[in-house]
């Protein structure tokens, strides 16, 4: 797993670690010792703690006046024993609520299982989101199964044009761009 590296090549857009307003601002990246672990196994030290001891992330871009956020992800997401989406929630996404984002890509390749428990912070999460959403972005198939078992599914697009194989070849503002217009069209479909 430690050399499973979170998508770098858009740091000349986008800095996690210079933005003032972000919750990593500050934070000095040692590359030199490997400290961070899910179950026993070490990982890049890019990735960035965000309360869970399983799952990690790198907020990717952010674009405060687009209501804009990329946040890519590692490891396993356990809402049954360690409650990550109550971490997350708490951690990062109420952090940037507060500056008006409202339109969240989570990035899921590295996602690699899911158990979920109930679904009241992803609840929460969608009747916080107001004229934005949430999506899912190339999650593995079998943890989107075991995401819709939990009814998570209700609060997250996914699946379709919205799996975006390609999405590192892209401009961050042009993966947004696209993916707004992906979910604008379903939402007029209702």
């Given at each position: 797993m430690h050399q499973i590296e979170p998508y770098y090549n858009w740091l000349k857009f986008y800095n996690v670690s210079k933005d003032p307003n972000s919750p990593y601002d500050g934070k000095e990246y040692n590359f030199d010792l490997y400290s961070e672990n899910i179950y026993g196994y070490y990982i890049d030290p890019?990735?960035?703690?965000?309360?869970?001891?399983?799952?990690?992330?790198?907020?990717?871009?952010?674009?405060?006046?687009?209501?804009?956020?990329?946040?890519?992800?590692?490891?396993?997401?356990?809402?049954?024993?360690?409650?990550?989406?109550?971490?997350?929630?708490?951690?990062i996404v109420d952090h940037f609520n507060a500056y008006d984002i409202n339109k969240y890509i989570l990035i899921g390749e590295n996602v690699l299982n899911f158990h979920g428990s109930d679904d009241s912070y992803y609840e929460e999460w969608f009747e916080d989101m107001e004229d934005g959403w949430i999506c899912a972005i190339n999650f593995r198939d079998f943890v989107l199964d075991e995401m819709q078992q939990y009814n998570i599914d209700s609060y997250l697009n996914s699946g379709g044009e919205l799996d975006v194989v390609n999405w590192r070849t892209l401009k961050p503002q042009v993966l947004c761009s696209r993916i707004n217009e992906v979910i604008s069209r379903r939402i007029d479909l209702v």
């Open positions: 890019h990735w960035d703690f965000m309360g869970s001891e399983t799952l990690y992330i790198k907020i990717l871009f952010v674009d405060y006046e687009q209501a804009y956020i990329v946040i890519e992800f590692i490891g396993e997401w356990n809402d049954a024993i360690n409650n990550d989406i109550m971490h997350f929630k708490r951690n």
